[in-house]
């Protein structure tokens, strides 16, 4: 299973982006999906989720910006982020978790990072 994301950029203050995020391989089906970023110096951090049911939950500073969306027939997760700040300049990682494949059991798997930066 590998996690494709793409949409990062440079973007001004007040710009919107969309990330979005593909999962390839033999799934069956994926529980959570997730977007997480890391800024330079500070730990990786949970952006957003949803879950295969469609419970969403998001970090407090980025809750009536960003919105997570995702389409459970094409495995695939999009993060729009609008209103974007300098301090959302990070590197964001898509996860998907509950992973079921071919092989017995559950899985976790991390997307490479693509990366966002807000100019002030």
């Known amino acids: 299973v590998q996690l494709q994301a793409c949409g990062g950029g440079v973007v001004q203050a007040g710009d919107s982006l969309r990330l979005s995020c593909a999962a390839s391989?033999?799934?069956?089906?994926?529980?959570?999906m997730s977007w997480y970023r890391q800024a330079p110096g500070k730990q990786r951090e949970l952006v957003a989720t949803k879950t295969r049911a469609g419970s969403t939950n998001y970090a407090d500073s980025v809750k009536g910006r960003f919105t997570i969306s995702r389409d459970n027939a094409k495995n695939t997760v999009w993060l729009q982020m609008n209103s974007l700040k300098p301090e959302d300049t990070a590197v964001y990682y898509c996860h998907a978790d509950g992973v079921r494949t071919a092989q017995w059991g559950e899985y976790a798997y991390w997307g490479q990072g693509t990366q966002v930066t807000v100019s002030s």
């Open positions: 391989g033999t799934i069956f089906s994926i529980n959570v």
